[in-house]
Structure formats: structure tokens, C-alpha cells
T-cell receptor
């Protein structure tokens, strides 16, 4: 069975440009999470969805960030406009939900904003 | 105080050694606990869930101490391939599916 799929794996863009990150969760999982990881701040939860509905977006840094989950097999994280401080690795994870709350991560998207 | 705290290490141990990591959490009502492993430039991967009764998987043993609010991970007979960062993860009961990741403990196993 395929794991969580993310694209692109690497993204280099200039400040001010729009960036869209994509995620396909594991089939049958009903929760999806977006994380950001940097050396300074570690792994931070940005937002998570349950049954395609955003449940907690308190980790989204500011209005430049938005996330959608139009169906059970696809989610996007968009940054517009991007800034150099957005440079990080962005992970998507999915979970089957209760009773198991285990999360399975995708390979991540390494974003560099110059 | 951070919600989940870990000793960042690094722990440098020889092959064959036994090493233990602790992790403390601040929310006494937390319900689910996990250890994840992250290799350099890779995604975190689930190592094991931690149950109230403790659990063991081969060379790895995880324990939960609710009274003192900490979980532990013991690795016996360390292998070079165990070198990684170990992340402690806690799910607060009031957080739904939300989980809190610790900053991780670096382990280096040397020949």
C-alpha cells in the first residue's frame, strides 16, 4: 500500500511568489496533518483536518498561509506571498483516527525561498 | 514550561550499549503517547506506541509513568543503524487528534 505522497519534493522560489504544496494521504485515513520543521523551531503542527474538515488551524503562522482539503484523497498548503523565513521542510501526515492515533508521514517538501 | 520536553543530547554510545531516553509532558490528562524516529533529512517514522502497561518490540522497550508524567525509551544492544533523532509525542486528551512533538533526542552509535 502506498504511503503518504507529497509533491513537489523540493521547491525553490523567489520572495513574493505563490507556493503550493500537495499531499495525498493514505487511503482510508480520515485525518490529515500539515507540519513545518526547522532547526530552530523543530516540528510544528500548522493545521489538521478530520473527514476533510479543518479542525485546528491555530498553528498557521499568518494569513499568508492557507490549506484546503477538497476531498479525502487530496490536500494543499498554499503560501502567498512567500517570504525567506518560510524556508523549511513541510510534512504532511495522515492517521486512521481512533482508536489508533498514530500518524504516518510523507517524505516532505523542502522549500527554499530566496 | 514546554508541553513536551526531551533531553536534546546528543547521546554518544558504543555499539552494543544500552541507552535510555526520558521525556516529560505537562498535561496530566494526556491520553496517547508515542516514540518516533527521524533519520537525517527524512520524515519522522513511528517507532512504537506507549501503553500504560509498557510495551516491548525487540530491542526497544517503552514505559509510561503517569504519576510522574514521563515516558521512556530503552534501546538494548545498540546498533549503528539506531543512530537517529528520537521524538517523543503526546496527544492531549482535549486536543482531539492533535499531537505535540518533542524537540527530539539525538543518538549516535559508534563502532
Amino acid at each position: 500500500d502506498a504511503g503518504v505522497i507529497q509533491s513537489p519534493r523540493h521547491e525553490v522560489t523567489e520572495m513574493g511568489q505563490e507556493v503550493t504544496l500537495r499531499c495525498k494521504p493514505i487511503s482510508g485515513h480520515n485525518s490529515l496533518f500539515w507540519y513545518r520543521q526547522t532547526m530552530m523551531r523543530g516540528l510544528e503542527l500548522l493545521i489538521y483536518f478530520n473527514n476533510n474538515v479543518p479542525i485546528d488551524d491555530s498553528g498557521m503562522p499568518e494569513d499568508r498561509f492557507s490549506a484546503k482539503m477538497p476531498n479525502a484523497s487530496f490536500s494543499t498548503l498554499k503560501i502567498q506571498p512567500s517570504e525567506p523565513r518560510d524556508s523549511a521542510v513541510y510534512f504532511c501526515a495522515s492517521s486512521p483516527g481512533p482508536p489508533s492515533y498514530e500518524q504516518y508521514f510523507g517524505p516532505g517538501t523542502r522549500l527554499t525561498v530566496t | 514550561r514546554k508541553e513536551v520536553e526531551q533531553d536534546p543530547g546528543p547521546f554518544n554510545v558504543p555499539e552494543g550499549a544500552t541507552v535510555a531516553f526520558n521525556c516529560t509532558y505537562s498535561n496530566s490528562a494526556s491520553q496517547s503517547f508515542f516514540w518516533y524516529r527521524q533519520d537525517c533529512r527524512k520524515e519522522p517514522k513511528l517507532l512504537m506506541s506507549v501503553y500504560s502497561s509498557g510495551n516491548e518490540d525487540g530491542r526497544f522497550t517503552a514505559q509510561l509513568n503517569r504519576a510522574s508524567q514521563y515516558i521512556s525509551l530503552l534501546i538494548r544492544d545498540s546498533k549503528l543503524s539506531d543512530s537517529a533523532t528520537y521524538l517523543c509525542v503526546v496527544r492531549p486528551s482535549t486536543g482531539g487528534f492533535k499531537t505535540i512533538f518533542g524537540a527530539g533526542t539525538r543518538l549516535f552509535v559508534k563502532a
